[in-house]
């Protein structure tokens, strides 16, 4: 995972389970299928701990001090890193076909960006740089502003 190429093994169950996509490339005839493994080079691996955290225990991070979420270069993200790896782990969440954790996210997102404060502007840049756009966070993010 990541272009660190850092290894996970993981339980094929579960990531077929939880997974849309690991359900397609673990099945049927596909290289990865019958090797079992599979490379997610794009893939923040942050993003992927807080992913396998959700198959194992059903868990999100609740504070920066919770793991490895942050990104990679905590200057390209001042005072938003972990925002920014909420985001990232919803945005693998999409890719993924993860709907349960995608939803979980983004109710974590609703409460504090319709309640508290909306997304500093990195945040927002972010999302709309890396989802599709007919992604309802970024509706929320639209909706956070105005």
Not at 66 to 85: L, Q
């Amino acid at each position: 995972v990541g272009p660190e190429k850092k290894a996970y093994t993981l339980h094929k169950a579960l990531l077929v389970h939880h997974s849309g996509y690991f359900r397609g490339a673990l099945s049927g005839d596909w290289v990865e299928a019958k090797e079992g493994t599979i490379h997610l080079e794009d893939v923040h691996t942050g993003a992927f701990n807080i992913f396998v955290n959700w198959i194992y225990a059903g868990q999100l991070p609740t504070s920066p001090r919770s793991g490895e979420f942050a990104p990679h270069d905590p200057e390209e993200f001042p005072g938003c890193s972990f925002a920014i790896g909420r985001l990232r782990a919803y945005i693998l969440a999409d890719m993924l076909i993860v709907p349960s954790l995608k939803d979980a996210l983004f109710d974590i997102e609703y409460k504090w960006y319709s309640v508290l404060q909306p997304p500093r502007v990195k945040v927002a840049i972010f999302a709309f740089e890396n989802l599709p756009a007919t992604d309802p966070f970024l509706q929320l993010l639209v909706d956070s502003y105005c």
